[in-house]
C-alpha cells in the first residue's frame, strides 16, 4: 500500500516561513505523482502545488505562486513544500497526495498524507 507520511506543520506568524515534507512509501517514487492540498475550516479542500516526477514539471495555484516551491529528492523519496510569506488565509490542513499516473490541481489523487495543521497568526 502506497504510504505519505507527511512532517513540518505548525504555528507562525504572518510573513514567515514553513517547509513541509512528505515521504512516499510503497511506490517507485520517479513514476509517481504528487500534489500538495489544503483544507480551511469551512472552506473545501483546494490543490495547491503539485509536481509530476516522471518529467519533473510542476503547477501552483494563483493563490500561492511566488510565495510556495515545490521541489523533491528522489534518494530521500521526499517532496517538500517550501512555504513563504505566509499569510492568515494560509492557515488549513495541509495534505499531499500522491497518484500512479494524474496529475494536476484539480486532481483526486488516489492516496493521501494524515495532514497537517498549518496556522498562521496575524
Known amino acids: 500500500e502506497v504510504q505519505l507520511v507527511e512532517t513540518g506543520g505548525g504555528l507562525v506568524q504572518a510573513g514567515g516561513s514553513l517547509r513541509l515534507s512528505c515521504v512516499v512509501s510503497?511506490?517507485?517514487?520517479?513514476?509517481?505523482?504528487v500534489g500538495w492540498f489544503r483544507q480551511a475550516p469551512g472552506k473545501e479542500r483546494e490543490g495547491i502545488a503539485c509536481?509530476?516526477?516522471?518529467?519533473?514539471?510542476?503547477d501552483y495555484a494563483e493563490s500561492v505562486k511566488g510565495r510556495f516551491t515545490i521541489s523533491s529528492d528522489s534518494a530521500k523519496k521526499t517532496v517538500y513544500l517550501q512555504m513563504n510569506d505566509l499569510k492568515p488565509e494560509d492557515t488549513g490542513v495541509y495534505y499531499c497526495?500522491?497518484?500512479?499516473?494524474?496529475?494536476?490541481?484539480?486532481?483526486?489523487?488516489?492516496?493521501w498524507s494524515q495532514g497537517t495543521q498549518v496556522t498562521v497568526s496575524p
Open positions: 509536481s509530476n516526477n516522471i518529467d519533473g514539471t510542476s
Open positions: 497526495a500522491g497518484d500512479d499516473a494524474r496529475y494536476g490541481l484539480d486532481v483526486q489523487y488516489d492516496s
Open positions: 510503497g511506490r517507485f517514487f520517479d513514476d509517481y505523482t
